[in-house]
């Protein structure tokens, strides 16, 4: 599970230094492909990732430091994982192409079978992610995988914290529905983890 | 749907296992948490986004350019629209008939007239008289138009449209871009260096101390460097300021990779500077091995050793990686087919 917030070494900038691209890219490439995979569940981030920086290259002149620029570079990884998504959604109607498919591989595990089951645990939560509305679906993701604090979430959806609490409660009960609609037996990591679609 | 709550919920992973939801609970904790790209592939991307950068750069500039191309030839049109009237008015002044010297009755006769005389019986269509531009004094509006007078204005207005022609600097530019581009769409379009070549030869006694002449050099060394003429791109890049030019240290590796080839030592100082840079991982890659293979050249067995055992360390699956295995006699039996399949390959090409 990730660590609850953005990193320190993003969260705080020195605003009296210039901001250029460069030095963005060297200092949080890393951490936003990390999110983009997260987010996407794919672990091919890498044309996101420079659609998201060549939105950061247009608007780094304009970031003014309202927010801190980890909270501004989140929002705009999932402005961009939604606008993809949009996208592909739409070329599967239009070509019938296959549903996506979720290949994220997180950190080597102990042992082969805790790999496996963390790969099943993946599978499933992002299969039912994936029948839920974007914006549920982003909260979801930025709270129960990424835990970031709530207020970091109202930031980045420019919500209220009330807001953003009520929305989870909601995207929550979405989630249960679904997952135990689709897997009524199922226990992570175990031999349920097939989908009955 | 049960009411919804404003009180922040508690994450499944943090729940008891006894919990309602435990089967969630176990699910989330279970969710691995995925890693960075690696840094290869985060030096891909970052590569693309500069070539990215350096284009929309050339077409913002082009756009600039276009936009002061037009604002000149607006503004030369305005100026040959006045000059053209102002030439037709002289060619007018100094068509029409001179006003013959007035007698004194003459003259008592225009004032008993009301001073209308010859202009009451102006035909109707005729053009406008153009007002004086400047007042003419008592004594002038009686003599003749000094013809003399009249070809100074003449003149002086034909410089002003001659200066307003002449190409000014932006023209210059733009046609030295336009030039630029054109080769350099021959180049990395058309995959034709050669057309490239040609392009750039033409348009150098142009522009030799043009904007753009570095630019031009550099695209020169890229086509030469295509064609296999690696002695004349070093020879120009030998020339060039290079620490100026953009590229992040590309040209500098190409230089010293080229230096390498007859002179190991110098090359070695060029990649002993290159690799304390923070380069991106692909020329780093090429300027460690680069680094090591002169050290071989020049004997210098154990930084070499140390080298190629940096370059497996940080490029395992790198392009030289077979090639340092080799080196370094940690080869296996694959990799070693893998190389003698490689230069067989590059033989028969």
């Known amino acids: 599970m990730a660590s609850g917030s953005v990193p320190q070494s993003i969260s705080i900038v020195n605003h009296a230094q210039v901001l250029d691209l460069d030095r963005v890219y060297r200092e949080h490439a890393a951490t936003v492909s990390r999110w983009l995979r997260r987010l996407t569940g794919k672990n091919d981030a890498s044309d996101a990732l420079q659609e998201v920086f060549e939105v950061v290259q247009k608007r780094l002149p304009s970031f003014r430091g309202d927010a801190q620029l980890g909270t501004w570079l989140y929002a705009i990884t999932l402005r961009v994982v939604i606008a993809q998504r949009r996208k592909a959604r739409i070329r599967r109607l239009l070509f019938a192409q296959a549903r996506a498919q979720f290949d994220l591989d997180s950190e080597p595990a102990e042992s082969p079978a805790d790999h496996l089951m963390r790969r099943q645990a993946t599978q499933i939560v992002y299969t039912v992610l994936e029948q839920l509305r974007e914006r549920d679906r982003a909260l979801l993701i930025l709270f129960e995988l990424e835990a970031l604090p709530i207020a970091e979430i109202a930031d980045i959806f420019r919500m209220t914290e009330n807001n953003v609490a009520v929305s989870l409660h909601r995207a929550r009960e979405r989630f249960r529905a679904r997952f135990q609609q689709q897997f009524p037996e199922a226990a992570p990591g175990l031999n349920h983890g097939q989908s009955k679609r | ?349």
């Not at chain 2, 295995?325 to 940690?330: A, D, F, M």
């Open chain 2, 1 to 349: 749907m049960a009411k919804a709550s404003a009180d922040p919920p508690r994450r499944w992973s943090e729940e008891s296992d006894a919990g309602d939801d435990a089967r969630l609970t176990e699910l989330f904790r279970a969710v691995g948490d995925p890693e960075p790209l690696p840094s290869a592939a985060l030096a891909r991307v970052h590569e693309r986004l500069e070539s990215k950068r350096r284009t929309s750069q050339l077409s913002r500039r082009m756009r600039e350019l276009v936009m002061a191309g037009s604002m000149l030839l607006l503004g030369s049109s305005l100026a040959l629209a006045g000059w053209g009237a102002s030439e037709w008015l002289i060619g007018r002044s100094q068509r029409a008939p001179q006003p013959a010297p007035e007698t004194a009755a003459g003259k008592a006769a225009r004032t008993l007239n009301g001073h209308r005389g010859p202009k009451g019986k102006q035909p109707a269509h005729a053009p406008p008289e153009p007002e004086a531009s400047a007042p003419v004094s008592s004594s002038e509006s009686d003599a003749p138009v000094a013809p003399n007078a009249a070809n100074a204005k003449a003149k002086a207005s034909s410089e002003r449209h001659d200066q307003l022609l002449a190409p000014a600097d932006s023209s210059q530019l733009a046609a030295e871009a336009l030039a630029l581009e054109r080769a350099l769409v021959k180049l990395r379009r058309e995959h034709d260096a050669q057309g490239a070549l040609a392009v750039l030869d033409e348009s150098q006694p142009l522009f030799s101390k043009g904007s753009l002449a570095l630019e031009a050099q550099v695209a020169r060394v890229d086509a030469l460097l295509v064609l296999g003429r690696r002695a004349e791109a070093l020879a120009i890049l030998e020339q060039l300021p290079l620490a100026q030019l953009g590229r992040g240290g590309e040209l500098e590796l190409v230089r010293a990779e080229l230096r390498a080839v007859g002179d190991c030592g110098r090359a070695l100082k060029d990649f002993d500077v290159l690799v304390t840079r923070a380069l991106a991982a692909p020329l780093m890659e090429r300027a460690l091995y680069g680094r090591a293979a002169c050290e071989l050249s020049v004997g210098d067995r154990t930084h070499a050793e140390q080298d190629l055992k940096q370059y497996l360390a940080r490029f395992p699956e790198g392009r030289f990686a077979d090639r340092v295995r080799v080196q370094l006699g940690k080869a296996s039996g694959k990799a070693q087919q893998r190389l003698v399949q490689r230069r067989s390959v590059a033989l028969r090409l």
